[in-house]
């Protein structure tokens, strides 16, 4: 382990210390459960998955906030996915919203405890193995960016 | 029926909050426990119970089948009323008549629901009930969450149903026939995975001799804080009509312990006055795990948020509540930082920004700190309590030296900002997935840039300098000058000097980088009624703040509608609120501009009249329309009280040597006003007001001085005494 990194974990260790012996037993167990509840609640882990024509994931929940977004934006290893290539459904069956629709006067809705669905198609060239995904959404009614980021094994499980 | 039902039902679908200090129940008025709400430009459910702090449930709905018909409560419900924190209606299914009531539990964190089902005549009818709720169990701290697993378990008496630290119980007075979960029949047991539903059919016999009843309760919060043991819903059924009528009694004493405000000149801002006392009150909490405090909140700001309470406690040490002060105070002092923990954004003596049973604490604000030593000094000034302020003095000198780390060594600026990139920078390496909402600063309007030394932050600054210099410092005779004072000044100067904005006759909104951020905002207004800028200036600073970019008829909007930025739907860029209301009617009144000062408050009056005692948040900037707005939140209530007591009454005090001050700002043409049981240390004082005099009547141990306009009284004892009015 590197010095800095010594030094970091330490630091955590110090810090987890500290909160049990200043807060009570149960703070940092709670801080923990938390964090660890937002951590699992989001992006369903292991859906990241190839498609006949490109990929797919979902969420669980809205990523922080909920409500309506008047923009969507997804971006695969660093790189933009073209807005009409991108498409999002509230559950299976649904029909698709393009993000190059969503606007202002029609947003899309995360609403607490709703799947996501999010597709890419086509697929903005080649991608596989591990993924960074990060998601963009601009809120109605509080401007400062929300995003989610996440790396996740492709699955090359092509769907129907 | 033996409970008549109400001569019209006056549902609307509006929001409801029954609450009680531990638990709370959201509700619309269509018959169920359901609440529809906009939220963030979405309309979004609300309902359910919640207990600690937590959200127990989402929607928890009940229906009937029985005698060849069927139903829900919402679509049977012929009518409904809500009386003080008990919400009842009434049903009809077939031939069976319904009456519910539904209440939250005052000891316990949850909710009672009580079915009494009459038929009028013929043969006796089985009548399946099924209840079935949406477990939640996560405290709302994170808005957007619902958790995705539950451990769910049958025991003798209940079901419970866990996740992670959090839990709830549900219990009925007639054991279930059948239970459901995810719309699925279960035999019971234990299940671990995802829930979207727990039901439960409960089959009684409804027959014409006497009404059968069913209760529901759902109680929870903290996992580790239900009593596996208890037993006392089967004992002592929890009934809600007691538990509502146990809930007004405390509600009246509370009420009778607070002044009675009279404006008989302008008898709406008499009926605002109730309204918003009523609702501070229903933002009271004592959710457990020794926390006390003030609810931010409803719907979706139900936890303690110090910033929030920072607002309200001026409010409640004006209604004389100094207990449920002290314990709030101390509540957030107990988790101020003691060492860094970069983990929670959290720095050498910062005040936390978000408190809940667990306990979970979150720091990461610009000013959230400043606001406690002020009103450590407001807690002595009205209480006189010296001895429970003491033990505070520590966490007020950390919470200055926090400040001095922020501080501008040239200017004694204060610097706000970067404390969410701080916080994600300390995380970074923990989170197997990040999040992150791209706002780089955190003053009170958080969802915007004010970076680096907004006006507001930097009054807030000043007032705990000088609240720290007379806390701490040796007193007025010491021959060293406090070096916090001396600091508290250097800001004052900065502020007069570098934020004067002579094009518009305005403050700057803030200074970044050196340079001024031209941003006509009601922030500045702060500066004005703390007295930061030169007396010519007050006036012409207030009066361009009540023109129609930044002032509508409704309200005080965050940002002029003229400014670039300006979006009519933009939580701090253009939406009014009902706080930037308040300040700009309390620095009307700083400077003597009386009619615009009273002309703001009824504007605020109003609202309160129009949401028939709610206070929401905030509305549109472009029309009287709450957008993304709680429908009643602390800041809308709290700054309106203090304005009327401080500004309008023109009220000051000191316990400490019985002393208090009244300079009365009301309009020329008012006739009288009066204020009764004000507390002051450990007396109350009485004070009535005409443009012929002022008399005071005082109830303490001690005399208690008076300083009127012009002249002062000493009044002993139970006795009275008279001041000149101008």
């Known amino acids: ?160 | 029926m033996t409970t008549p039902t109400p001569e019209r039902d006056a549902s609307t679908g509006r929001p409801r909050l029954l609450r009680s200090l531990r638990s709370a129940i959201l509700l619309d008025e269509r018959g169920d426990v359901e609440l529809q709400r906009e939220a963030r430009g979405a309309s979004l459910e609300w309902g359910g119970v919640y207990g600690q702090l937590a959200r127990l449930t989402g929607p928890w709905r009940i229906s009937l089948d029985g005698g060849g018909a069927s139903s829900d409560l919402t679509g049977s419900r012929t009518a409904s009323r809500v009386t003080g924190d008990r919400y009842e209606s009434w049903h009809r299914i077939g031939r069976i008549e319904v009456h519910q009531e539904v209440a939250p539990l005052l000891e316990t964190p949850g909710a009672v629901r009580s079915l009494r089902l009459s038929v009028a005549d013929g043969d006796p009818i089985p009548v399946e009930v099924t209840s079935a709720f949406e477990p939640f169990l996560l405290p709302v701290l994170v808005e957007g969450i619902r958790p995705l697993t539950f451990r769910v378990e049958t025991r003798p008496r209940e079901i419970r149903v866990r996740q992670r630290a959090f839990g709830l119980s549900f219990r009925s007075s007639v054991a279930p026939s059948h239970l459901l979960l995810n719309l699925g029949s279960w035999l019971g047991g234990r299940y671990r995975g995802p829930v979207r539903e727990v039901a439960s059919t409960h089959d009684v016999l409804v027959s014409p001799d006497a009404e059968t009843r069913l209760v529901l309760s759902i109680v929870g919060g903290l996992e580790r804080d239900l009593d596996d043991s208890d037993d006392s819903f089967e004992r002592t059924l929890p009934d809600p009509a007691v538990e509502a009528a146990e809930s007004e009694r405390r509600e009246a004493a509370w009420l009778a312990s607070t002044p009675v405000v009279r404006f008989p000149s302008a008898p709406d801002l008499e009926r605002a006055y109730a309204y918003a006392r009523a609702g501070l009150r229903r933002l009271y909490a004592d959710p457990g795990d020794d926390l006390t405090g003030l609810v931010a909140g409803y719907p979706w700001y139900s936890s303690l948020w110090c910033r929030d309470i920072a607002w309200m406690l001026p409010a409640v040490l004006w209604l004389g509540d100094f207990d449920r002060a002290a314990r709030s105070m101390a509540s957030v002092l107990r988790f101020q930082a003691r060492a860094e923990l970069g983990l929670l954004g959290g720095e050498l003596g910062e005040l936390p920004m978000q408190l809940s049973p667990g306990p979970i604490f979150l720091y990461g604000t610009s000013d959230t700190t400043l606001y406690y030593p002020e009103l450590a000094l407001r807690f002595v000034r009205h209480s006189g309590d010296v001895a429970t302020a003491g033990a505070w003095l520590p966490a007020i000198e950390r919470a200055i030296a926090w400040g001095e780390l922020r501080t501008d060594e040239e200017t004694g600026l204060l610097r706000n900002g970067g404390e969410a990139s701080e916080m994600a920078t300390a995380t970074e390496a923990l989170a197997r997935i990040q999040y992150g909402i791209d706002a780089p600063d955190t003053t009170i309007w958080d969802s915007t840039d004010r970076r680096d030394h907004a006006i507001d932050v930097q009054v807030l600054w000043y007032q705990s300098l000088q609240a720290a210099a007379e806390l701490l410092g040796d007193g007025p005779g010491s021959p060293a000058p406090d070096p916090r004072l001396a600091l508290a000044n250097r800001v004052a100067a900065s502020v007069r000097s570098l934020y004067a904005w002579p094009q518009e006759s305005y403050l700057y909104d803030s200074i970044r980088a050196g340079v001024p951020v031209a941003r006509i905002r009601p922030n500045a207004l702060r500066a004005v009624s703390a007295g930061l800028v030169d007396p010519e200036a007050g006036p012409s600073i207030v009066r361009r703040a009540a023109r129609d970019d930044l002032t509508t008829p409704w309200g005080v909007r965050t940002l002029s509608s003229r400014d670039p930025g300006y979006s009519p739907l933009a939580y701090h860029d253009g939406q009014v609120w009902t706080i930037a209301t308040a300040w700009a009617a309390d620095a009307a009144l700083a400077v003597g501009e009386r009619s615009l000062g009273v002309d703001l408050l009824r504007r605020i009056a109003a609202r309160y009249v129009a949401e028939d005692g709610e206070a929401n948040e905030c509305y549109r900037g472009d029309r009287p329309e709450p957008f993304n707005s709680c429908f009643l939140l602390g800041f809308s209530v709290a700054p309106f009280l203090a304005v009327l007591f401080e500004r309008l009454w023109g009220l000051s005090l000191d316990a400490r040597r019985c002393w208090l001050g009244v300079r009365p700002r009301f309009p020329s043409e008012w006739s009288s006003a009066s204020i009764d049981g004000l507390r002051v240390g450990p007396g109350r004082v009485s004070v009535d007001w005409t443009p012929n005099g002022i008399d005071v009547s005082w109830s303490g141990p001690g005399p208690l001085d008076v300083t009127g306009p012009s002249d002062s009284v000493r009044v002993a004892p139970d006795g009275r005494g008279r001041l000149a009015a101008t």
């Open chain 1, 1 to 160: 382990m590197p010095n800095r990194g010594l030094g970091a974990w330490l630091s955590l260790v110090h810090q987890a210390v500290s909160l049990e012996v200043r807060y009570g037993r149960h703070a940092l167990g709670a801080l923990a459960d938390i964090a660890e509840t937002v951590e699992e609640s989001v992006y369903e882990a292991g859906s990241l998955a190839r498609t006949e024509r490109g990929l797919a994931f979902a969420l669980a929940n809205p990523p922080l906030r909920a409500g309506a977004f008047t923009a969507v934006r997804l971006a695969l290893n660093g790189i933009p996915v073209p807005s009409d290539s991108l498409g999002l459904r509230p559950g299976a069956g649904r029909p698709w919203t393009l993000a190059s629709s969503v606007s202002l006067a029609s947003p899309f809705e995360f609403h607490p405890g709703r799947r996501t669905e999010i597709r890419v198609e086509p697929m903005p060239g080649a991608i596989a193995g591990t993924v960074r995904v990060r998601l963009e959404l601009v809120s109605k009614a509080i401007p400062p960016l929300v995003w989610l980021e996440f790396h996740d094994a492709l699955r090359e499980v092509p769907g129907p």
